[in-house]
C-alpha cells in the first residue's frame, strides 16, 4: 500500500524559509517522477515543483521558479521542497504526489497523479 507523508510546515514571517519532507513507502518501482502541490483558501490545487527520477530534472511554477528547490534522496525514499524568500501567498496546504506505476505525464500536472499525502499546512506572515 503505498503512503506518503509530509512534514516540516509551519508558520514564518515573510522572507523567511522551510523544508518540507515527502516520507514515501510501498512501492515496487521507483516513480517516474513526483510532484509538490499546494492548495490555498478558495484555490484550486497547483502544481509547486516536481522531480522527473528517470531523467533527473526538475520542473517549478512561475510562482517558485528561483525560490523553491525540490529534490529526492533515493536512500531515504524522501521527496523534499526547500522553500526560501517565503511570501504571504505561498500561505497554502502542501501536498506530496506520486503516480501510480507505469503512469505517463507531464510531471507539473495534477491530473499525472493518483496518490496523495494528507497535507502540511505552511503559514507565512507578513
Known amino acids: 500500500q503505498v503512503q506518503l507523508v509530509e512534514s516540516g510546515g509551519g508558520s514564518v514571517q515573510a522572507g523567511g524559509s522551510l523544508r518540507l519532507s515527502c516520507a514515501a513507502s510501498?512501492?515496487?518501482?521507483?516513480?517516474?517522477?513526483m510532484g509538490w502541490f499546494r492548495q490555498g483558501p478558495g484555490k484550486e490545487r497547483e502544481g509547486v515543483a516536481c522531480?522527473?527520477?528517470?531523467?533527473?530534472?526538475?520542473v517549478y511554477s512561475d510562482s517558485v521558479k528561483g525560490r523553491f528547490t525540490i529534490s529526492l534522496d533515493n536512500t531515504k525514499n524522501t521527496l523534499y521542497l526547500k522553500m526560501n524568500s517565503l511570501k504571504p501567498e505561498d500561505t497554502a496546504m502542501y501536498y506530496c504526489?506520486?503516480?501510480?506505476?507505469?503512469?505517463?505525464?507531464?510531471?507539473?500536472?495534477?491530473?499525472?497523479?493518483?496518490?496523495w499525502g494528507q497535507g502540511t499546512q505552511v503559514t507565512v506572515s507578513s
Open positions: 510501498g512501492f515496487t518501482n521507483r516513480p517516474p517522477y
Open positions: 504526489a506520486a503516480p501510480a506505476p507505469q503512469s505517463w505525464g507531464y510531471c507539473i500536472n495534477r491530473s499525472s497523479y493518483n496518490y
Open positions: 522531480f522527473n527520477t528517470d531523467q533527473h530534472n526538475t
